[in-house]
């Protein structure tokens, strides 16, 4: 006889990731990871502005990813058994836990698209000093240093 599979998570509570905390994420090692230059391009503005925007998507793309890879790590709510679902509102109360996957999502999203759109700041800038301006600011916004 074929044992049915159900559609409901059970035990997902017990299976949670680790979310990691802001000072965890900052320490991280792709922080510190060097992007390796270009040589091929001659023109030193040209090279600058491609380093940073190099830099600006690898750092970005790494913190997005760590935050969407979060965000889909906890299960739906809708997907729980019953008696975790009812654990999870009486825990924390009516549509919080949603609300808070949400703000993860929108976090994901809103990193996409500030590292995209430094990426383009920058691919406009005139002189080297400017697309390294243009890194640290989008660095500074993003670390709230």
């Known amino acids: 006889m074929a ?7 059970h035990g997902a509570l017990q299976r949670l990731p680790y979310v990691r905390t802001a000072s965890e ?36 793309g790494k913190l ?13 709510l809708r997907r729980m058994h019953a008696f975790e679902r009812e654990v999870v509102v009486l825990t924390l109360g009516q549509g919080t836990y949603e609300k808070h996957i949400q703000k993860l999502r929108k976090v994901y999203a809103m990193l996409h698209n500030t590292g995209k759109q430094y ?9 080297k000093q400017e697309a390294v301006d243009c890194g640290l600011r989008c660095v500074e916004e993003n670390c709230g240093c």
Do not use: G, Y
Request: with cysteine; hydrophobic share 35%; proline share 5%.
């Open 3 to 9: 044992k049915r599979v159900s559609a409901v998570a």
């Open 25 to 60: 994420i900052q320490e991280m090692k792709f922080w510190r990871a060097p992007v390796r230059e270009s040589n091929r391009i001659v023109d030193p503005i040209k090279r600058a502005k491609n380093h940073t925007s190099r830099l600006i998507n690898m750092q970005l």
């Open 64 to 76: 997005s990813s760590i935050t969407r890879q979060a965000s889909l790590d906890f299960p739906a």
């Open 119 to 127: 990426e383009r700041e920058c691919q406009e800038l005139r002189t």
